[in-house]
């Protein structure tokens, strides 16, 4: 396993990308008990996040949680910032060593994401879909991965919309440890049709989300 961590090479770095429509810039850097501890601990005490995390837990049991997800050398974990105030947290993992890997046809390359918006302010069609279409451009930006994969709880309506909404097609559910998962996959190829390709430009500048969308989001 470890050896593998290796070849594969992930590494924990920061990224910055500007989003053209909407103004704002989105950026990830890993995250760190000793900064990032105190508004984890808030994120995940808040009920809307506790409903779908189920770590509504004492300082010393997330500590203690923390430090074992950040032992795990499949994955790597970020604070997501819009204009360089944190409202995200962040979970990139290697598809074939991750549970979601064994029922899946997972490749070598494929990579997994699991997040939470933390400040309700940042909820919503203006910002969660594109925090999450910056995150899959930085998964992306190891050339080798072709597929990024995500598995939301089946019931949680308002994440498997934005999934849609940024590229992620439904593949069927599976039952995992802790709940029934969509199993989501996002295609390069179809990724970037949709997305600039430009380092630090999320959209294309012919591209906006559709009306339908939006108002979907409103019903």
């Known amino acids: 396993m470890r050896s593998k961590n290796r070849t594969l090479g992930m590494q924990a770095e920061c990224f910055e990308i500007y989003n053209n429509q909407n103004g704002h810039t989105y950026s990830f850097r890993p995250f760190s008990i000793e900064r990032d501890f105190d508004v984890y601990s808030k994120w995940m005490n808040q009920s ?29 974990l970020f604070i997501g910032f819009v204009d360089g105030v944190p409202v995200s947290y962040w ?18 390359f494929d990579q997994g994401l699991h997040f939470l918006v933390g400040e309700k302010e940042y909820l919503g069609r203006k910002f969660t879909p594109s925090l999450i279409a910056a995150f899959l451009k930085f998964l992306f930006q190891d050339p080798r991965t072709l597929r990024v ?4 709880d089946i019931n949680n309506r308002m994440v498997l919309r934005y ?3 940024t ?11 802790e709940r029934s998962s969509a199993v989501m996959v996002c295609r390069r190829e179809q990724f970037f ?15 906006r989300e559709s009306a339908g969308f939006a108002q979907e989001l409103r019903l």
């Open 48 to 76: 809307y996040v506790s409903q779908w995390w189920s770590l509504a837990k004492s300082s010393a049991e997330l500590k203690d949680h923390l430090e074992k997800e950040l032992a795990d050398k499949h994955q790597n």
């Open 91 to 108: 979970e990139r993992y290697w598809l074939q060593q991750d549970i979601l890997g064994r029922f899946v046809d997972a490749q070598p």
């Open 149 to 152: 994969f995500g598995e939301p």
């Open 163 to 165: 999934a849609e909404a």
């Open 167 to 177: 590229c992620f097609e439904m593949q069927g559910v599976v039952e995992m440890p």
């Open 193 to 207: 049709a949709k997305y600039s390709v430009k380092p630090g430009e999320l959209w294309k500048p012919s591209l």
